[in-house]
C-alpha cells in the first residue's frame, strides 16, 4: 500500500475526536457501501504486505530458474551453435514440457487451498449504511467505524468513540504484559507515545474484556504494527514436514553433485566429446532430482485439504496436513471435545448444602455486570431470566484473570453497596472469612471445622460431575467508587453454583478411535481434578496421571517433561501452564496438538506442532490456528488424523519410487561410462525417459493408501529413504547391467539399438515397479487407484511405441527385434519379483520410517 492513510499523523490519539472525523469524512454512523468501495480502491486492502500475485506468464517463467533447468538449456544452445540444432529443439521442448506439467497442477492446488483458507478469513464488524455488518478484515478502510467485543483482534489503528470497561492487551507493540484500559474522550499532547494513548486501539492487539466502538485511522502497511512489521516477523521453527523436505533435498543435491563429477572425470578420461559429455551428465542430474516433488507435495496436500474440507474441517496453513497426520499427541480441554458444552446450572446451594435463591441472584448479578467474555457458565447463569436484579447499578468492576480465576463486581441497589465474587471455589474459599449460615444476617466464622464442611461438600459436588463456583461478598463504604484485587478480602462465602456439563456421545468413540491409531488423548483444563476425573470414567477413559497447576508450578522444565510423558489429566492450569506443557511434550519429541477456543488457548495454539481452534472461537484464537473445526467433534480429528497420513502415505510413495528409480538407472549410465564405448543415452533419450516417467506419477496423489500405513503417526525418516534408494536402487541396476549385456552380446547392438533397447527397458521397469513400491505388502492385495494404474500402463505403452515413430528415429532411436519384448518380458517379471522380495526384507530389517 502506496499511500498514507487519512487520519494517519504520527499521533492521531493527540488530535480532537472532531478534527479527525472531519479529516475521514466520517461525521456519520460509519460509512455507506459506496464510499467505502471508493476508499478501498483508493487505500487497497488493510493487510501488512498486500500479496501482488504475479502474472500467470511470470509464474511460468520463475519455474525455468532452477539451476539444473538453466544449466541444461545453456549447454543446449552451445549445441546448437556447434550445428546440433534438433537435440537443442528437443530438449528445449521436452523441458517446456515437464515445466509445464509441474506448473499447472501446482497451480491449480495452490488456488484450490487458497479458496479454503479464504473461507475462515478474519472477519470484523462495522458499520455500512448505518447498520451493523460482517466483512473480512482485509476490506476495511480508513473511516469505518468497528464493533470491538472480548477476544475480537483489533483490525485496524483507530481512535475509541465508545467503550465500556475495555481492556486489551498490546504486549506485541508495548512489551507492556498487563491489559490496558482504553476509553473514549482526548489525550491531549501529553500521550506522546503508544503506551500513554488510552483513547487509541491499534492493529494486532486484542481486547480482554469489555467492548468497545473504534473509527478506524489507519490501515495496512500505515498502522503502527505495519510500521515495525519487519522486525517482528520472524521465522517459525520448521515443521516436521518442511525439515523432511530440507533434509531430503540436500541429500539429493549430494548425490547429484557425486555423480555428475565422476561422469565428466570419466568421460574426460576416455577423451570423449566435452559438450555431449557435459549435457550428459546435466541430463543425469536433472534425471536423478524429483523434479515434481514441488508439484507431487502442493497437489497432494491441496487434495487432502480438500477431502478434510469435506469433513467440515478448514486447512489454513497446508503442511498442517501432513503435521496432523504425524501428531502422537493431542491435548484438549475437555469443554465441547469431551463433554456437549450444552451447560446448565442444575444447583444453587449455600454453605450448608440446602437450595438458596439468594444465592443465584448474587451470581446472576455479578454474571449480568461483568464485561468480560461470557463464558458458558456465565451465560447458563443468565438464562434465568426470572431473577430480578433491575434495582441495582454497577459502579466498578476487578476483571477476571487466569491468576485469580474469579472475578468481581462492584454494585449499589441504593440502600447497600456489596462487591460481589464469582470464581473458582477453592480461590474464593481461601479469601473468605466468614459464611452465610442462614442468609445475610446470620453470618458464622469460617473456622476450620467449617471450612472442612463447605471442601467436603465443594469435593462431594465435583465427585458427581459438576462444575462448581463459589459464590462471596462483602458489604463497601457506599462512597466507594472503585474496585481493586486488594478489596477481594475477608469475604462472605455465600454458597455455589453447580454446573451439569454431560458427556459428548461421540467422544468415547472418538477417543478409542484417536488412541488406536497412536495419538495420546491429554486434557488440559482450568476445571479441578474431582470434576475431569468424573467426565473420563463417564468416556471409559483411563486416567494414567493427574498433574495440577500448583504442582506444575513447583516443577522444573526437565521434571515437568518427565512427568508430562505418563500423565494425561492437567488440572487447574493456567495459560502460561498450558504452555509449559506443551513445549515439555515437544522436548519429548513429540509431535503436539493443541485444541482451545478461548482467548487464553491462543498462546498454547500457537506453540503446538499443530493448532487446531473452531468456528465459534475468539478472534486470536482462530488466527493462532492451523485447522479450524466448524464441528467442535474429536472424532472430526480422528479422520483429519487419518487423511493426513494417507496425505503423507502417497508422498513417499513419490519419493521412494522416484528416488530408488531415478537412482538405480543414473548408478547404471555412470557406471556404464566405464565399459562403453559410447554413451549409454544420449542427453535428450534421458530427458525423454524422465518425462515419460514423470507422467505415469502424475495420478499418486490419487492414489488409495493400505489401511496398515494408517494405524500409527508417521514422520519423514531421511536415512530411511536413503536406505531404501540404495537397496532397491541397486537392484534396479543389477537388471539394468544385464539389459546391457543382452543388448551387446545377444543382439550385438550399436549405438542407435543399445540406446532404444535400454531406454524402452529401463522405462519399464521403473514405471512398473510402481505397482510394487507403492504397497508394503503383497501388491497382489493392495489394488492402485484405477487413473495411476490406466496412466502407467499407458506411459509404458507409448515407450514400447516410441522407436517405431517418426518422432523415436528424430530422438535417435531405431526399431526393436520381436524377440527383444520376449527378453523384456522375462526381465521385467523377474525385476519385479526381486523387487518385492528386497522390499520385503528391507522393512523387516529397517522397520522404522
Known amino acids: 500500500m502506496g499511500r498514507t492513510d487519512a487520519g494517519s499523523s504520527a499521533r492521531f490519539w493527540q488530535s480532537s475526536l472532531e478534527s479527525l472525523r472531519a479529516e475521514l469524512r466520517a461525521e456519520g454512523a460509519g460509512l455507506d457501501e459506496a464510499e467505502a468501495a471508493r476508499r478501498y480502491a483508493v487505500y487497497g486492502p488493510n493487510v501488512l504486505r498486500p500479496h501482488r500475485e504475479r502474472a500467470l506468464a511470470l509464474q511460468f517463467l520463475s519455474r525455468f530458474g532452477n539451476p539444473l533447468i538453466i544449466l ?19 530438449i528445449a521442448i521436452v523441458v517446456v514440457l515437464s515445466v509445464t506439467l509441474d506448473f499447472v497442477q501446482e497451480y491449480r492446488a495452490g488456488r484450490a487451498a487458497e479458496r479454503l483458507k479464504q473461507s475462515v478469513a478474519l472477519r470484523a464488524t462495522v458499520v ?3 447498520r451493523p455488518v460482517e466483512i473480512t478484515a482485509d476490506r476495511i478502510v480508513p473511516g469505518d467505524v468497528v464493533l470491538l467485543k472480548p477476544g475480537s483482534l483489533i483490525p485496524a489503528d483507530g481512535r475509541v468513540i465508545e467503550a465500556r470497561d475495555c481492556f486489551v492487551n498490546q504486549a506485541l507493540l508495548t512489551g507492556e504484559p498487563y491489559p490496558v484500559e482504553k476509553h473514549a474522550g482526548e489525550s491531549g499532547e501529553r500521550a506522546a507515545d503508544l503506551n500513554a494513548a488510552s483513547n487509541a486501539v491499534f492493529m494486532g492487539t486484542s481486547i480482554i474484556s469489555g467492548t468497545a466502538t473504534m473509527l478506524v485511522c489507519r490501515t495496512g502497511a500505515a498502522t503502527s504494527l505495519g510500521e515495525i512489521s519487519d522486525s517482528l516477523v520472524a521465522k517459525p521453527p520448521a515443521t ?3 525439515s523432511g523436505i530440507r533434509n531430503f533435498g540436500l541429500l539429493i543435491l549430494r548425490l547429484a553433485i557425486l555423480m555428475v563429477l565422476f561422469v565428466l572425470l570419466v568421460n574426460a578420461l576416455f577423451h570423449r566429446p566435452w559438450l555431449e559429455s557435459f549435457l550428459f551428465a546435466v541430463a543425469l542430474a536433472v534425471g536423478l532430482t524429483p523434479e515434481l516433488l514441488p508439484m507431487v507435495v502442493s497437489v497432494t496436500l491441496a487434495r487432502g485439504a480438500l477431502r478434510m474440507a469435506r469433513e467440515r474441517v478448514i486447512v489454513r496453513r497446508l503442511p498442517a496436513v501432513h503435521d496432523l497426520g504425524s501428531m502422537d499427541v ?13 451447560i446448565r446450572l442444575e444447583k444453587h446451594l449455600d454453605p450448608l448444602g440446602r437450595d438458596r435463591a439468594r444465592v443465584l441472584k448474587l451470581a446472576f448479578l455479578n454474571s449480568s455486570m461483568e464485561t468480560g467474555l461470557k463464558n458458558p457458565l456465565d451465560e447458563a447463569i443468565l438464562r434465568h431470566t426470572e431473577v430480578d436484579v433491575s434495582g441495582w ?12 480465576r474469579r472475578v468481581s463486581v462492584l454494585a449499589d441497589d441504593g440502600r447497600e453497596r456489596l462487591l460481589v465474587l464469582k470464581g473458582a471455589c477453592e480461590d474464593v474459599l481461601k479469601h473468605s472469612t466468614r459464611y452465610e449460615a442462614d442468609g445475610p444476617q446470620n453470618l458464622s466464622p469460617l473456622d476450620d471445622t467449617a471450612r472442612r464442611g463447605v471442601t467436603q461438600r465443594f469435593e462431594s459436588l465435583s465427585r458427581e460431575g459438576f462444575r462448581v463456583l463459589g459464590i462471596a461478598w462483602k458489604e463497601t463504604a457506599r462512597d466507594q467508587v472503585h474496585a481493586v484485587v486488594d478489596d477481594e478480602t475477608e469475604l462472605v462465602f455465600a454458597g455455589f453454583v453447580a454446573f451439569e456439563d454431560p458427556p459428548k456421545a461421540s467422544a468415547a468413540e472418538a477417543v478409542r478411535a484417536l488412541t488406536a491409531s497412536g495419538v495420546a488423548v491429554k486434557i488440559v483444563t482450568g476445571d479441578n481434578e474431582l470434576v475431569t476425573e468424573h467426565v473420563c470414567a463417564e468416556l471409559g477413559l483411563q486416567v494414567t496421571g493427574v498433574l495440577t497447576g500448583g504442582e506444575i508450578q513447583m516443577m522444573t522444565d526437565p521434571a515437568l517433561a518427565a512427568r508430562a510423558e505418563s500423565v494425561n489429566l492437567f488440572c487447574r492450569v493456567t495459560p502460561p501452564q498450558k504452555n509449559r506443557v506443551i513445549h515439555a511434550l515437544r522436548g519429548r519429541r513429540h509431535v503436539v496438538g493443541y485444541l482451545g477456543d478461548g482467548i487464553n488457548d491462543a498462546p498454547s495454539i500457537h506453540s503446538a506442532d499443530v493448532g487446531i481452534s473452531v468456528e465459534g472461537a475468539v478472534d486470536v484464537a482462530k488466527e493462532a490456528a492451523d485447522l479450524i473445526l466448524l464441528d467442535q467433534d474429536l472424532g472430526v480429528i480422528h479422520r483429519g488424523v487419518l487423511e493426513g497420513r494417507r496425505t503423507f502415505a502417497n508422498i513417499m510413495k513419490y519419493v521412494k519410487m522416484g528416488t530408488s528409480s531415478n537412482f538405480g538407472n543414473m548408478f547404471s549410465m555412470a557406471g556404464a561410462t566405464l565399459i562403453l564405448p559410447f554413451l549409454p543415452m544420449l542427453p535428450v533419450q534421458i530427458l525423454v525417459n524422465n518425462f515419460f516417467y514423470d507422467v505415469s506419477e502424475i495420478p499418486i496423489p490419487l492414489d488409495s493408501v493400505d489401511r496398515e500405513y494408517l494405524e500409527r503417526p508417521r514422520h519423514w525418516n531421511v536415512s530411511s529413504i536413503r536406505n531404501f534408494m540404495i537397496v532397491v536402487g541397486l537392484v534396479s541396476s543389477i537388471f539394468d547391467f544385464l539389459t546391457f549385456y543382452v543388448m551387446r552380446h545377444v543382439f550385438h547392438a550399436g549405438e542407435g539399438l543399445f540406446h532404444t533397447g535400454w531406454f524402452v527397458e529401463s522405462l519399464a521397469t521403473q514405471v512398473l515397479v510402481i505397482f510394487v513400491i507403492r504397497t508394503r505388502g503383497n501388491p497382489f492385495r493392495s489394488r492402485p487407484s484405477s487413473i495411476l494404474a490406466a496412466t502407467s500402463l499407458s506411459v509404458v505403452a507409448a515407450a514400447t511405441l516410441l522407436p517405431f515413430t517418426p518422432l523415436g528415429a528424430r530422438l535417435g532411436f531405431v526399431p526393436l527385434p520381436g524377440l527383444f519384448f520376449l527378453i523384456l518380458a522375462g526381465m521385467a517379471a523377474a525385476y519385479l519379483a526381486m ?14 520410517e
Do not use: H
Open 393 to 404: 447499578r454497577k459502579i466498578d468492576e476487578v476483571q477476571f484473570d487466569f491468576e485469580r
Open 835 to 848: 523387487v518385492q522380495v528386497v522390499k520385503a526384507w528391507f522393512y523387516r530389517r529397517f522397520a522404522a
Open 128 to 130: 455500512r449504511n448505518g
Open 240 to 242: 516436521a514436514f518442511e
Open 72 to 90: 541444461l538449456l545453456a549447454a543446449a544452445t552451445l549445441s546448437a551453435f556447434t550445428g546440433d540444432v534438433p537435440s537443442f529443439v528437443i
Open 330 to 342: 493431542l491435548c484438549t480441554d475437555k469443554t465441547g471435545t469431551l463433554t456437549e458444552a450444552q
